[in-house]
C-alpha cells in the first residue's frame, strides 16, 4: 500500500515530545553516569578506563543493537517495542545499585539499561519521520535538543543524589526516572491505522450514496458496503512477507560515504564530554564547579539544536544539507584541538560554549541528513546498521582515550587525538560527498 501522506503537525507534535524525552535519555543519560565515577573508582577499587566502559557499554548497546531493533520494528511495531524497552532501561539501574562488583555493574548498568534505551531510541526517530516531511529538519533539531536539556538537568541532579543518597540510592532513583520511556511509547501512535480508517470510512459513504438511486432502498446501500468492504479484505489478503532487514541500501553510494564518516566521527565525539568532568576535578575544580560544566554545553547545546534544524530546512541550504553537516564535524573538531591546553576553569568553561554549538549542529543535522539520503521507507533499516557499525567506535573511543590518561596522565594529547578524528570525518565527508555524488 502507498505510504500515508506525513501530516507535518497534529498528533505528531505530540510523538515530537515523546521523541524529544527518548532522546533526552538515550544521549544524556551516558555522560550524566560519569558523574558518578570517582564514587564508583573508590568503591570498587578501579581506574578511569574500567569506569569509562560503564557509558561506552551503554553507547555500544544504543548503537550496536540497531540492526535488532529494526527487526523488531518492522515486526512489531514501533509502540510495543517502546514499552519494552522502558521497562528494561529502568530494571537495569534498579538492579545496578545493588551490584557488588564492576562486571555486575556493567552487565546491568551498561548491557541492561543499553538495550532498553536502544529500544525506545530508534523507534522514536522512525515515527518521527512518518509523521514529518517539510517540517522534518525543524522536527529533527527540536528533538535533538533533548540530548542537552537532559544533559543540563540530569548532571547536576545526579550530583546532589550522590551527596544525598549516595551512589545505590542515585541509580535507584535514576531507575524509576527511566519509566518515562514507557509513557513516551504509549503515544507513538502509528500513522497508517488512523489514517486509513478515515480514509475507508469516508468512501464508504461517498460509495452508499453513488450506488443508492433516488428513493432506493437503505438496505441495497448496506449490501453494497458491505460487499465492497469483503471485496478490499479478499484483495488485502495476499501480503507478501515483510523485509526485516533492508540490506539494498549498501548499493547506495551516499550511504556508504556517510557511515564510513559517521564512524571516523564517533571515534572522537563522545570522548571530551565524557572525560570533562573528571579532568576538571584532577586540575582542582570543586566537584559541583565541575559537573556544572556539562550544564553549560548542555544550555548552549539546547538553542544550537533547533537554531541549526531551522537553518538546515530552509530552501535554499536543504539540498546541500551534508555540507553543512561537515562544516559542523569541523567546527566541533578544531574546537576539541585548540582547547586542548586549556588548564584553568575560564579555559575550560570557554571550550565548554564552542563546544556546545558545534556538538548542538552535529545533534541536529546527523539523522537529517541519514533521512535525506536514504529516505522514509528505508530508514529503519539504514539506521539500524549505521548505527552497528558506529557501536564499534563507540566501544573503541572513550574506554582507549581512558587508558592514554591512565598511562601518560595527560589530557592535552586526547583532545588533539579526538580533535583530528573529527576533522578527518569531516574533510571525508565533504570531498567524498563533492567527487562522488
Sequence with gaps: PAPVKPPDGGWGWIVLFGCFVITGFSYAFPKAVSVYFKELMKDFHVGYSDTAWISSIMLAMLYGTGPVCSIMV???????????????????????????????????????????MALNFQPSLIMLGTYFDKRRPLANGLAAAGSPVFLSSLSPLGQVLLE???????FLIMGGLLLNCCTCGAVMRPLDMGMKRKMEKAQDKYEAKEMLPIGGKSEEGISTTDGTKKAKKAKKKPKKGKKLLDFSIFSNRGFIIYTISKFIL???????????????????????????????IGFIDIFARPACGMVAGLKWVRPHVAYLFSFAMLFNGLTDICSARASNYTGLVIFCVFFGISYGMVGALQFEVLMAIVGSQKFSSAIGLVLLIEAFAVLIGPPSAGRLVDALKNYEVIFYLAGSEVVLSALFLAMATYCCL
Design 266 to 296: 564517533v571515534l572522537g565525539l563522545f570522548v571530551p564530554p565524557i572525560l570533562l568532568v573528571n579532568y576538571a576535578k584532577d586540575t582542582g575544580v570543586p566537584d559541583t564547579e565541575a559537573a556544572f560544566l556539562l550544564s553549560i
Design 74 to 116: 518492522n515486526q512489531f511495531g514501533c509502540r510495543p517495542v517502546m514499552l519494552i524497552g522502558g521497562l528494561l532501561a529502568s530494571s537495569g539501574m534498579i538492579l545496578a545499585s545493588f551490584t557488588t562488583n564492576i562486571i555486575e555493574l556493567y552487565l546491568t548498568a551498561g548491557v541492561l539499561t543499553g538495550l532498553g
Design 164 to 170: 544525598k543518597f549516595g551512589w545505590r540510592g542515585g
